[in-house]
């Protein structure tokens, strides 16, 4: 995938499991979320029977809010996981339950992106000879990476979209996320009520390897950070009576406090035809995600590739016509797009 080959770095070997990779249930972002949790004890074998407390733990706190946590119509194991949240189990038993179910398929399937297994592992799977898997230096090095700190974010933010997109049965009924700008959250309608999904800077920021859209300097999702990333509108928000859509997640782009609010920074100019481009590879991304941002850019810019792209051409000479001024920032970092 272009995603690995314009940066093969392994965050974004990691982010690709995790924006990229087959779901069916939610079992995938749990691991993750517990592998995060990973206490670096001197030793890389993580038994099944440590690991199946904090990987259980994240899926029934999600169950609590999102009862759909699987395509099928349902799972012995999440019956359990929802007997723990009813106190109809105890701790041991959810432990118990989860070393002999809960890692049946994820651990298999973990590394698997676009019917292939990526070319970075993360862990090596040891249940049958060690009763758990071993970590490798990747995942070790991969901690030490300036941008870990983003991914637990990143992970929970797609968690909840895919959760979304489930609950409102995306197959039949399409699903429209949308953006509220003074909350910065993203949000669908499901039965004319407004559900909140989730963070929209934690939700792009993986999309964009934790960089600024723009200079591609890295950016926070650290809120109280100073390189915390702001929501931009690509298409300046001034376009907004002439522009259909404005808010939508097609025109909604990270970029550092200096290129969106510095005074050499974009301000309600035009970016350039590069970042244009940039923006439809970005795109392209969501796209290739699927559920549930691939359905809301489908609808939001187009059908196929190609109407994608003259889609954004069309919006962009509109808004070249109005704000005739072109920008484009001094570039910090290598382009990724």
């Known amino acids: 995938m272009r995603f690995y080959q314009v940066e093969p770095t392994l965050e974004n070997y990691w982010r690709g499991i995790i924006l990229f990779g087959k779901n069916v249930a939610s079992y995938k972002f749990a691991l993750a979320s517990a592998l995060y949790e990973v206490k670096r004890d001197g030793s890389d074998l993580i038994l099944l029977e440590d690991l199946a407390l904090p990987y259980s733990a994240h899926i029934c706190r999600h169950l609590q809010h999102a009862p759909k946590q699987v395509t099928s119509r349902s799972s012995n194991y999440l019956a359990t996981c929802a007997q723990f949240n009813a106190s109809e189990v105890g701790l041991d038993e959810l432990r118990s339950i989860t070393v002999r179910r809960g890692f049946d398929n994820v651990i298999d399937a973990f590394h698997n ?4 297994e990526i070319d ?9 000879t060690h009763k758990g898997i071993r ?26 979209l895919v959760e979304q997109a489930w609950a409102m049965n995306v197959s ?29 800077r934690d939700s ?3 999309y964009q390897k934790g960089r600024c859209f723009y200079c591609n300097e890295s950016v926070s999702l650290q809120t109280g950070d100073a390189n915390l990333a702001d929501v931009d509108h ?16 097609w025109n909604l782009v990270l970029a550092c406090k200096n290129c969106n609010r510095g005074k050499l920074g974009k301000s ?21 995600s699927h559920l549930p941002l691939r359905e809301t850019l489908l609808q939001q810019t187009g059908k196929t590739e190609p109407q994608r792209r003259d889609f954004l051409n069309l919006v962009w000479n509109t808004a070249q016509q109005t704000l005739i001024h072109q920008w484009e920032p001094q570039a910090v970092g290598p382009g990724i797009f």
């Open 113 to 116: 992106v676009n019917n292939g």
């Open 120 to 128: 970075k592992r993360f862990f090596i799977d040891e249940r049958k």
């Open 135 to 160: 970590l490798t230096d990747n995942f070790y090095r991969l901690t030490e990476r300036l941008q870990f700190h983003n991914l637990t974010h990143e992970t929970e933010a797609r968690w909840r």
């Open 172 to 200: 039949r009924n399409l699903i429209a996320v949308e953006y509220d700008a003074q909350e910065q959250q993203l949000f669908s309608i499901a039965s004319d009520r407004r559900v909140t999904i989730t963070s929209c």
């Open 204 to 206: 792009l920021n993986g």
């Open 234 to 249: 690509f298409i300046p928000w001034l376009l907004r009576d002439s522009v259909a859509n404005i808010n939508g997640v």
């Open 268 to 288: 309600s100019h035009v970016p350039s035809m590069r970042l244009l481009k940039r923006l439809h590879a970005r795109n392209e991304y969501f796209i290739n």
